[in-house]
């Protein structure tokens, strides 16, 4: 009896997500081996958070064997309109593996390969040099060492090529040199993408490969501007400019009818304001052009709302929707595939998710250790750790605003999150949890729909 | 030890011939494969921070005032390449730290440590004006040619560049990245900067072509100061290459090469003809006082 109304609520539950969202069907959670009940502690999980002002509105989608199982938008997306389905919002650096499907498609092409040097295509990455700190009190606070070989594409794409990001300077607070290279990144005025500058990506690309690396390349694996510069090597590569390229060969094929890099006029209504959460029960919307800073990270939610503009950062400039990166994740899920549309091989998309990339190195940033990453996200390597996103193969990234994808191979399944809190770290928690209620709504037994 | 000196075209044929050497063990073992990096051969490399039309990678020629340089080293054979940075610190490491040939920069930006023991030359002069951001300041700036005219005034000055005379004046300074001068005025952090009227073209064409017609000119006195090249006396052939240079550029004046460079960049008017005929003055000099 129990199941049986589990099932009608959840089919009027369906009902309802397809009469306010057209593409989105879905389905009964039961069909895709997915327990209706177990997931109602996902509502659970969200009311909470938006009673206690941790965050301001959320949602949350679960698919299952390519149907989406629990669709939910809770709170609000702004001070005067509610959380919807459709809510657009920035997806930060959810960007990066959108930017490493740009690239394995020009890769796919015959038109570049990971082991290509970038300075093939950008020439300002030739010759480039290492920074290593000298002994205090030494003439000059460094010596600038040649690379051992040069930055390639994989590098890029694996997050070893030794070019950080500005903001995670206050990792390294202690790191001898870490300081001198924070002091020419800010001298060469190299942008992190969270605020959009008023210039092409490229130059500031060009900028960033005149500049010493952190380490050598392939010997470090430390998360850094490196899905901008590939966004630039796209531009390079295939002659188009990134977000034409990224719209043509990846959101239009894909149906992700929602995504941009600028919004158009029409949708700027759609987009979800970014909230201030301090976690304790003060949040506060982030002001119109409110910077927000932190250390040297700094931050300009209200980009978002520019309609047009020259910087597009692969590293973290795209907006979308819930459903739109559902659609992404699937396509991957599916080795490359979605809705009789090939984007990818199976083959290039096992090659993304091979765990040996960053060699020894862990993708330490996001989970912890027992994770390393891709060409593009960090993939679960072993049950061993403290981070468990439910599989070994488990792949996922996460956005500045608290927004995160999780994709299990092995459950065909996925799991989207998307807010737009700040700051980041208080987030961690959340995320991790949502995963544990996402795996353990798993209930094959009581399917018939299993794949 | 002592070490002998070779003629550098020896040098170049020792040093390639080395590389091929390395590429046939490398061919024969299991190394990493071949790559046209393995073949970049030894270069008379000069440093400087990027700002074009001036000094540029961008540009295939390198510049207005690597082109100069370029042509002044070929009367004699000789021939240089540029890499440009795009902050002061990296080009001056190169110069202080490396044994590159040498830099190019505007007196004003090349520090005491950069000069100090190497060959300093004079290339170009360079016409500057102070710039404005009309919206801040819509009666404009006036300024009769003294410092103490702009006094109270936030000056933008670059990191590396020497402003004791604007502190004498009661200006205050704030320091900013060369990079983004424009884009402070624009913010109203300063109220006025110095560029070359050349690369402020470039700059404002590149990066702020709608507001370009709001950024102002202080008249009516625009001034000028000398690009330089410093040769770095720790590298080996710089005494031989900065005397082919000095040689190189007193031909490129009088023949008329190096006026056609000027008027490639800055037009066929009357300023470039001032321009050559102010450096020809200057470089009489220079060469007397050698």
Redesign the interface.
Known sequence: MKILFSVCIAMICATIVNADFVDAKSVLPETVGLSSQRLKNIDTLTDKLIDEKKMAGTVVLIARHGKIAYFKATGLADTDKPMEKDTIMRVMSMSKPITSVATMLLYEQGKLLL?D?V?KYI??F??QKVLVPLQKGS??PY??LPVK??VTIRDLLAHTSGIMYLSYAGIYPNEPGRQDML??Y????INDGYCRS??EIG?MV??LG???LTAQPGEVWEYGLNSDVLGYLVEVVSGVKFDKFVEQNIFKPLKMNDSYFYLPEEKINRLAAVYKSDWNGTLERVGEHEMLFSNELAMCPYDAYQTSGKYLSGGGGVLSTAYDYFRFCQMLLNGGELDGVRLLSRKTVELMSATNHSGQFDATYLHGHGWKFGLGFAIQQDREHDVDAGDVGVFEWAGLYSTRFSVDPKEDKITIFFSQTTPFGHHFDLWDKLLVLSGSAISDSTTEGKK | MKTMALPIGLKKWIHVSGLMMLVSVSLMATG??I?A?MF?QAKNEIVAV?KPPLYA??QPSGGLVFEIVTAALKTQDEMATL????????AD?YL???KVLGALGRAQNLSEADKKGNIVLPVYRVHEHYYYYKPFHPKGIVWKGALSDLKGLRYGAR?EENTQAYEKAGIKIVRL?G??LF?KLKEGSVDFINEPELSAKVMLE???QADKNQFGEMNPAPFESTVLIVFNVKNEDAKTISKKFRDGLTTILENGQYQAILEKYEGKNSLSASHVKDFKIQWKKELLRK
């Open positions: 082991s040097p300075s020439p300002e030739k010759n003439p000059f010596k600038l070989r040069e002091n020419l800010k001298g060469a005025q008023d210039e130059e060009k900028r005149r500049l010493p | 990493p494969r790559t990096a970049a990027e990678m961008q890499t440009t940075y795009p902050v002061r610190k990296m490491y202080t730290q490396e990191e990245s990079l983004d884009k590149a990066n702020l």
